[in-house]
């Protein structure tokens, strides 16, 4: 690729995209002392090697130039949009209180980049090939362009670069901020200003383009950390074309697929990005599973806590979130669980809208079956606790069942169906969709989501968690929230932790496709068992622990047989079906049942654990019942009850009522 | 008088199926007694089987350690029952399981297919001699298998499973017969 | 761990016929304090690797074990009766 080799060992490039970068600085001197400096170069792509990150860059500069005519090109070039900080960057600093304007100059006509991009452009056939639209190239540019401060907000266009406000709290590592100087276009088009950064979320103008971005000094270095956190953004002069693709590119919709098929579906893009870990986050977050990644999604959007990472040991969705039967309901008796698995539920119910992201929720009824009197007097119980939290709740009787499902086992001699517990605003959801669309949400908001590096340490100074040992080297934290169910005992271990928590290993399993005949999830009263049809056809079903203490992630035969005989006592049409695969999850199986969110005896490390087999319903929910508590400090309402202290206070909440015996929960 | 008083009757009665490689027979509800010897105390198999066993073949089983079973096709009388438990002092405590645990005979070539359709054990002759004896799930239901033959068990089980597990055992037999 | 599990009485079995306790952790004496006893019955190592836990054979000799296996892999590496685990330290 031409231009690479010009480029190449230019410094410390980081995983750029979408215009997340992260670059070195060395600071010599006094940020006081006015002076001038190279703030080296950004890349500006998704990679996936750091050696093709600069030929990257060179291309993206001649398909502007094809794209937008050679006087575009000339005027992008002036402008330094592609490069940003090669063009002057202003940097304002307000040590105590005062206020001094740094400058800091690198023209462009001497950055080797655009001197290489002004000579490829002129041949627009070599540059076919490189499917980019100017509009998502733009989005890119722009995005540097205005890199600096915390998190600031404005209307951007082309060549055009915003002022910056400071949003959030002072935080002490942060030295200094800086904004793009305003380098062109119509006064028009200039920045709105946002006084608090909730504006940026709340008011629709301000919602076009937001990003999180800061200066931060370690050591002798200096970083600059810039990240989209949400964004629109107006290209008044630009055609239609790309101001719909543009739109295509940000958000999900009919209208971006069908322009994105128009272009050969090669303009997708990553929905999140890999950014590398940076020296310090106000939150780090350990586990990109569902909780994880929902917290930090709440935390970003609705605590105003962007800079976080969630820190997963291998790819997000690969633990539990991705390993459930994908069932949600909140039909709990007790009142310190059914008020908090209601909320989830609620939350579900406009989960995709909020994700712009398909999950297919689908409530499609959860049925709870049983069997005898005193299981129905139980399920009457239930239902009426339900009704009385505001949840709904239908006891069917025999006949209803019957005419609901037909195929089951009425007459089973032993366990005869007398009716069901029906809450019909439970359902499924898929949820691999559910780490994804809280993965892209998070992202998209500033929060780094870096995969692939295990904590292997916890460091801890005078009762504090200072910062995590990782594979991917030390980061410093302010607050630490442990959100590992499956593994919480292991990693609150390296804080010294011992929790109430056993690990168990949950199985469950997919049946060849059949055609539809299950409507809902169904529950077998008198065995462990229960089920629903996937929308491709095959049976997702699951059934109890497996009884042993275990992290391997699969199960034992003898629980594949306990299943296979309570679902076929259940609906013995099924007798045939042959299984197409089964795996296990690793369940954080606590001492009575019910889940602990809550603060843990060192000062900013919070916990999230204990979700036994029920975690995967409570996603949203316990996302933002832990952002909650670690953005504020305090529980959220629906989530008081899930206190860590509660095993010696005595106030234990055990739905089942089975003791301190966690296989049995 | 209710159509459902108590009577008294044997669990499996004189059930039996025939056939020329399996073969599955109640056997008579004699006696059954449990004894239970100290924890860590002497092995009784040699005492029990002269004092209470009257030295019959596979009168006395192994249930589980410092546990036998001491079994008989005849009906003890209250009387002898106590004398045989008295004879156990102070070596042992003896429970009286006649009318709690059924006995059924399983026999033929196939046999061993057979139980290895219920069962984990290994029931082969070299693992599982003639004479010895253990508790095992057959399916379901836990009984108690002794080996009385080369090719015949005897299957202890627990009353109220008896037909159960009787009608496994048939179930599991048909492909034999 | 296969679905075989060695039973010290009885050789191979399957699991079914087993119960599982959990940890085979030791019992505080009569005069322990709260702390102790929350830590016995609450508070679990909950280890990745080799692991004591209470089996019971309940269909088979019905005597409590002691099962050491790894959580890891599920192979048992030992089983012994309760008895001689008391007796080795293993258990109390």
């Not at chain 1, 060549?159 to 002072?170: D, F, H, I, K, M």
């Not at chain 1, 007459?411 to 439970?426: E, H, K, M, T, Y």
């Not at chain 2, 709690?100 to 984990?120: I, S």
């Not at chain 3, 709260?34 to 909950?46: F, G, I, K, S």
Request: aromatic share 8%.
């Amino acid at each position: 690729m031409p231009g690479s080799k010009a480029l190449h060992g230019r410094g410390p490039l980081r995983s750029p995209w979408l215009g997340n970068c992260r670059v070195q600085v060395p600071v010599t001197d006094a940020p006081r002392k006015r002076r001038t400096q190279s703030l080296g170069h950004y890349g500006v792509h998704h990679v996936q090697g750091r050696n093709t990150t600069t030929a990257s860059n060179a291309v993206t500069v001649k398909y502007i130039a094809r794209l937008a005519g050679q006087e575009m090109r000339k005027s992008l070039l002036q402008r330094r949009s592609v490069f940003p900080v090669d063009g002057e960057i202003t940097v304002i600093q307000k040590p105590g209180g005062g206020k001094q304007v740094r400058t800091a100059r690198y023209p462009a006509e001497t950055h080797p980049l655009a001197r290489e991009a002004a000579q490829n452009a002129v041949d627009p056939v070599r540059l076919q090939p490189v499917r980019r639209s100017a509009a998502s190239t733009y989005k890119q540019s722009v995005a540097l362009a205005s890199c600096g401060g915390y998190c600031f907000t404005g209307d951007f266009y082309p060549g055009g670069a915003s002022y910056a406000l400071p949003v959030t709290r002072q935080r002490p590592h942060i030295v200094q901020r800086f904004s793009g100087e305003k380098v062109g276009g119509p006064e028009r088009f200039g920045c709105r200003r946002v006084r608090h950064q909730r504006k940026i979320f709340d008011k629709k103008k301000a919602e076009r383009l937001s990003y999180s971005g800061c200066f931060e000094r370690h050591g002798s270095n200096l970083y600059v950390s810039v990240s989209l956190v949400q964004g629109e953004f107006d290209i008044p002069r630009y055609p239609f074309y790309t101001h719909a693709t543009k739109l295509a590119d940000m958000r999900y919709s009919a209208l971006s697929i069908f322009l994105n098929g128009l272009r050969g579906n090669q303009s997708w893009k990553p929905a999140w990005r890999e950014p590398q870990p940076k020296s310090h986050y106000d939150v780090i977050i350990v586990g990109g599973g569902g909780h994880g990644l929902a917290t930090a999604y709440y935390l970003a959007k609705e605590f105003g806590v962007t800079n976080v990472a969630v820190i997963e040991k291998s790819y997000i969705g690969s633990g539990n979130v991705g390993r459930n039967t994908t069932i949600i309901r909140s039909n709990y008796l007790l009142p310190g669980n059914n008020p908090f698995y209601e909320y989830s539920m609620k939350l579900w119910e406009s989960l995709e809208q909020e994700l712009n992201f398909n999950a297919m929720v689908s409530q499609r009824g959860v049925l709870n079956l049983f069997h005898s009197d005193a299981q129905r007097d139980a399920y009457t119980r239930r239902g009426n606790a339900m009704l009385l939290h505001g949840v709904d709740a239908e006891l069917l009787d025999r006949t209803a069942v019957r005419k609901m499902l037909p195929f089951l086992d009425f007459d089973n001699a032993r366990f005869p169906i007398q009716g069901g517990l029906l809450q019909r605003r439970g359902g499924t959801v898929r949820h691999d969709a559910v780490a994804w669309g809280y993965a892209r949400g998070a992202d998209q908001r500033g929060v780094d989501i870096i995969q692939n590096c295990e904590v292997i340490g916890i460091r801890r100074d005078n009762g504090r968690v200072t910062g995590v040992e990782t594979t991917k080297g030390f980061i410093r934290c302010a607050k630490l929230g442990l959100a590992a169910a499956g593994n919480s005992s292991r990693v609150a271990s390296m804080a010294g932790l011992k929790l109430p928590i056993e690990s168990h290993v949950l199985q469950a399993f997919v049946s060849e496709g059949l055609k539809p005949f299950i409507d809902g999830v169904i529950t077998f009263g008198a065995g462990h068992f229960y089920v629903s049809q996937s929308d491709k056809g095959g049976l997702v079903f699951g059934g109890d622990i497996d009884g042993y203490n275990s992290y391997a992630q699969r199960g034992n035969l003898a629980t594949v047989e306990h299943v296979a005989e309570a679902g076929k006592a259940m609906i013995p049409g099924i007798s045939r079906v042959r299984v197409l695969r089964s795996w296990g999850g690793i369940m954080d199986m606590s001492m009575d049942g019910s889940p602990i969110i809550d603060r843990t005896s060192l000062d900013n490390l919070y916990l999230n654990a204990g979700w036994c087999y029920g975690g995967f319903k409570a996603t949203p929910a316990s996302g933002f019942c832990f952002a909650h508590l670690l953005a504020r400090g305090v529980a959220h309402e629906t989530a008081r009850a899930f206190r860590f202290d509660r095993f010696e206070r005595g106030h234990l909440l055990d739905e089942k009522g089975q003791g301190a015996q966690a296989n049995l929960h | 008088m209710s159509e459902y008083r108590v009577t008294r009757r044997s669990a499996l009665g004189s059930n039996a199926l025939r056939s020329e490689r399996i073969c599955i027979s109640a056997l008579p509800e004699g006696h059954v007694i449990q004894v239970m010897g100290k924890e860590g105390g002497p092995d009784l198999g040699a005492f029990l089987s002269e004092k209470i066993g009257g030295g019959a073949k596979f009168a006395v089983r192994i249930a589980a350690p410092f546990q036998w079973y001491v079994v008989g096709d005849r009906a003890l009388s209250p009387e002898e029952t106590d004398t045989m438990l008295d004879t156990l002092h102070p070596h042992a405590a003896g429970v009286d399981q006649s009318h709690g645990r059924v006995r059924f005979q399983v026999e033929g070539a196939m046999v061993e297919r057979l139980l290895a359709k219920g069962t984990g054990t290994d029931v082969s002759v070299e693992a599982f001699p003639v004479g010895h004896s253990t508790m095992t799930l057959i399916g379901h239901i836990a009984a108690h298998v002794t080996r009385v033959g080369e090719h015949a068990f005897e299957i202890m089980v627990l009353r109220g499973f008896a037909e159960s597990l009787w009608d496994d055992c048939a179930r599991m037999a048909q492909e034999f017969t | 761990m296969a679905s075989l599990v060695p039973c010290p009485h009885c050789g191979m079995r399957p699991k079914e016929e087993f119960t599982i306790k959990g940890a085979a952790i030791a019992r505080p004496g009569s005069h322990a304090d709260a702390n102790e006893w929350m830590d016995y019955v609450y508070l679990r190592n909950n280890p990745l690797g080799t692991y004591d836990e209470y089996w019971h054979h309940t269909s088979g000799c019905r005597r409590w074990l002691v099962v050491t296996r790894d959580t890891g892999t599920h192979e048992i590496s030992a089983s012994c009766d309760v008895t001689v685990a008391v007796k080795t330290g293993v258990a109390a």
